[in-house]
Structure formats: C-alpha cells, structure tokens
C-alpha cells in the first residue's frame, strides 16, 4: 500500500490493514508497545495532534500533502545521528499549527 507517498508492504485481514516486515504482519498491540516506549507519556498528546491534523484536510488532500507534513513536524536530530532510529524532541505544537494549511 502506498503511505505518504511510500510503498508499505502490508496486508489486508480481519484486522484491518496491518504492516508486514519479511512476510510477517506487524501486531496491533506489538506496534503500540513499540510506540509506547519511545513516546512515553508524549504517546497520546502526540496522537491526538496527528489525528487532528488528519482530520483537518480532506483525506485525498491530507494523502497528496502527507510527506510535506511530516517533513515540517519531524524531530530534528543530533548531527551525528542518522536513520530512522536517531533520537530527537517531537514538538506537538509544530503538529498543531500545521493544521488546515
């Protein structure tokens, strides 16, 4: 499935929609704990601002602007750190002010 504007390998079960890593699908609860950890108690602040800013485009336009999106929200890292993985500050007011743009 495409996902702001990137192919995500995924399934369709009973489930909904789930990602898959080497053919297997990624666990609801697997991906909340995940989250959980590297959120802490910035998990639901953080969700509620994403889903905020969801909610304010229609969906075709929120898929057409998805990467611009999270390229204005996405933590800054250390200059040392690469990839996915590098630990940065995610600022949900950032989140919030994005809303409707």
Not at 22 to 32: C, F, L, V
Not at 36 to 55: H, I, N, V
């Amino acid at each position: 499935m495409e996902l702001a504007g990137k192919q995500v390998p995924a399934v369709n079960n009973e489930d909904g929609i789930r990602a898959v890593v080497k053919d297997k699908r990624i666990e609801a609860k697997s991906a909340e704990r995940y989250m959980g950890s590297k959120f802490d108690e910035s998990l639901a602040p953080a969700r509620e601002a994403m889903r905020a800013l969801a909610k304010s485009f229609r969906p075709e336009e929120f898929a057409q602007n998805a990467s611009y999106l999270y390229v204005k929200f996405r933590p800054a890292i250390r200059g040392d750190a690469t990839g996915w993985g590098a630990k940065g500050r995610l600022d949900i007011e950032r989140i919030r002010a994005l809303r409707g743009v």
